[in-house]
């Protein structure tokens, strides 16, 4: 009797290793690492343009997947700044349960090329790029070629307009005004630019005669208004 007992409880050791053999050869057959993770993959958010210092429109991202493309729960992606010095949050947390990760990118200010790389354990990082556009010029919006009396305000504000590539407004730029001729006065004489990177003020004319004044910004070109101060 003792002699069965012993052979049933083999069997079921012989049973119970195959199991484990088995499933043990499934894993390795679909190539899954110890994670579940194979792959990341970007799912939104590369290559975005977008002011240097401030946010991009678009949210990152990123799907961790096993290696038939099904999302992967619960795994830690890290995010690292490999170029332009900005930041990304979060810098690291675990996938939700479609196997995603949401990041908010902020450039780094003052450069053009940017770059983040995002990885898991055992998957090959991914790279992510965007471009930081930069003020190129100012524009004169209005208040060109305006009369006033002598120590008297033109009627409408100066404004300015500070673009980068492709005219995209550039915002939080500091402009500064200055009267060349006339001895007037321009208030205020620095202005932050806003969301339409348009920065305004008032220009108090000063002797009869041609007044000139300039908006500058940076080591970009400066634009010039006139005016004319009458009696």
Not at 68 to 86: E, K
Request: contains cysteine.
């Amino acid at each position: 009797m003792s002699f069965q007992l012993g052979l049933r409880a083999f069997r079921s050791i012989v049973v119970l290793s195959s199991a484990v053999l088995l499933g043990c050869g499934a894993a390795a057959a679909t190539g899954v690492a110890s994670n579940g993770a194979a792959a990341l993959i970007v799912v939104q958010g590369d290559a975005q343009l977008a002011q240097a210092g401030r946010d991009l429109g678009t949210p990152i991202v990123l799907r961790a997947i096993d290696a038939v493309g099904n999302g992967v729960p619960h795994v830690t992606v890290t995010l690292y700044v490999a170029a332009g010095g900005g930041t990304v949050t979060p810098a690291s947390d675990t996938t939700d349960s479609h196997g995603e990760f949401h990041a908010k990118w902020t450039l780094g200010p003052n450069i053009v090329s940017q770059e983040i790389l995002a990885s898991v354990v055992g998957a090959n990082p991914v790279s992510l790029t965007a471009t930081g556009l930069l003020p190129s010029q100012i524009i004169l919006v209005q208040g060109n070629n305006q009369s006033a009396k002598v120590a008297s305000a033109v009627s409408n504000s100066i404004i300015v307009r500070v673009v980068g590539p492709n005219n995209i407004p550039m915002q939080g730029v500091t402009v500064g005004f200055q009267v060349l001729t006339g001895g007037g006065g321009m208030t205020p004489a620095t202005v932050i630019t806003n969301a339409l990177g348009e920065a305004s003020t008032k220009w108090t004319l000063g002797t009869v005669g041609a007044n000139t004044a300039s908006a500058a910004s940076g080591s970009l070109p400066p634009v010039t208004i006139t005016a004319t101060a009458t009696p």
